[in-house]
């Protein structure tokens, strides 16, 4: 059993096991918790279990220096524990607060029409969901809110592509290229290169974006120094933009492969809501995530020592029978927001409010201005990390793009006082 368990953990680092990785979520789920000879790794798959790990005292997520991850990790808001995750999360959350969110939907929305006019003036017939739409949408959003110029938005996709590899567990001993280490040390120089002059600029004339209200955020005389500013967002940025393009296509995926759905979202849009929080647990973009024991504690009978590794398999606990009803269905009228799709716990993401939004306006647009879309499948292919899931090539075709159906292109606050 051990043998079959070792092997189980080395596929879900298998590419072949990118395009359906259920069925052996499903098999590790049920036999979880156990702990993988090869690695030492707990491996968590149940819905509660996963739960009381994100919200237990003696579990931390600083895994600095623990060999977990594939490349060594830099202190941000996802690998500190209290107090310093307390004081980041504090300063950092008041540019993401639902209020401050909510004031670039219009902004959204009109990136949105933008890419979609696109799409209608190509007159193809197809389109790469991937490069057309769901990629250059969070990208152009996370890089107007925090003040970066359009002509950059195209280098920050390739760095923001390696910067991901950061969150990858080693589930298979050694696993790391010399390509993919040197990509990711590269990309961490360019980004903090790039923000440490971005950040002076601000400095010297803030303007009406998230990075000055992240240099001006301030609590009993407390501030983010320069290195947490950078740090900050290289992570908003590769998280506002890797995670969400994957909910998106994840989503756009789940609706053209379940037509009855994609046919409700069209002639119920006020559904576009429900049918991210569906995504979310159903194929959350977000798979797994690790975990370290601070202290010695009991998870249902089995013994973990402090500095122990944790993975926690979010995507299966996302689809636990003993939590979800018919767990396996794709339903937008599920009605049922508790998921594990951002995490849990103090480490509950920062930037959901702004993914759901981005995500609720997305498949709301697909479903109401594509005619007839079809999805290729011959042309799905997924990118190759294991943490965060999602496609890099989705084609599908149409009779034509409905221009007519979307909202009206509307302007932020923010993006006119940057452009007087």
């Not at 969070?138 to 996709?157: A, K």
């Not at 923000?195 to 955020?217: G, N, T, Y």
């Not at 599920?334 to 995490?343: E, I």
């Amino acid at each position: 059993m051990t043998t079959t368990l070792t092997t189980g953990l080395a596929r879900l680092a298998d590419p072949a096991s990118r395009a359906n990785p259920y069925p052996l979520l499903r098999e590790l789920r049920e036999a979880s918790p156990f702990t993988d000879s090869a690695s030492g790794i707990v491996v968590v798959g149940r819905r509660a279990d996963c739960e009381t790990v994100l919200r237990s005292p003696r579990v931390g997520s600083n895994r600095l220096g623990a060999g977990i991850t594939k490349v060594p990790q830099q202190p941000n808001l996802m690998n500190l524990d209290a107090p310093d995750h307390t004081r980041l999360r504090r300063l950092a959350g008041k540019a993401f607060k639902p209020r401050v969110v909510e004031r670039w939907r219009p902004r959204v929305e009109a990136v949105v029409r933008e890419l979609l006019t696109d799409i209608a003036a190509s007159g193809a017939g197809g389109v790469d969901m991937v490069s057309a739409f769901a990629y250059p949408l969070p990208v152009r959003v996370i890089c107007d809110m925090l003040g970066v110029p359009r002509e950059d938005h195209q280098i920050f996709e390739k760095w923001a592509h390696f910067i991901a590899y950061t969150v990858d567990p080693q589930l298979v001993p050694g696993e790391l290229t010399t390509e993919v280490e040197a990509g990711v040390e590269e990309a961490r120089a360019e980004f903090i290169d790039y923000f440490s002059r971005l950040i002076a600029q601000r400095k010297r004339a803030p303007r009406a974006d998230v990075l000055s209200e992240l240099i001006a955020a301030e609590e009993g005389g407390d501030q983010l120094d320069e290195r947490e500013l950078i740090l900050t967002c290289i992570l908003l940025l590769v998280a506002g933009h890797e995670t969400t393009a994957n909910l998106i296509l994840n989503g756009v995926l789940g609706l053209l492969r379940h037509p009855d759905q994609l046919r409700l979202l069209r002639e119920r849009p006020q559904l576009a809501e429900a049918a991210v929080e569906e995504v979310l647990r159903y194929d959350a973009p977000t798979q797994m995530i690790t975990r370290i024991a601070r202290e010695p504690f009991v998870l249902n009978d089995l013994q973990v020592a402090a500095g122990q590794p944790l993975l926690l398999l979010l995507a299966a606990a996302n689809r636990d029978p003993r939590h979800h009803h018919d767990p396996e269905r794709f339903d937008i009228t599920r009605g049922d927001p508790g998921h594990l799709g951002f995490a849990a716990g103090p480490h509950f993401c920062l930037g959901s409010v702004l993914a759901r939004m981005e995500g609720a306006i997305a498949l709301r647009a697909f479903a109401q201005a594509f005619a007839e879309p079809r999805l290729d499948e011959a042309s799905l292919h997924y990118r190759p990390h294991v943490a965060v899931r999602g496609p890099d090539r989705l084609r599908l075709t149409f009779e034509e793009v409905r221009l007519d159906s979307l909202p009206a292109a509307g302007r932020t606050r923010e993006r006119e006082a940057a452009d007087d």
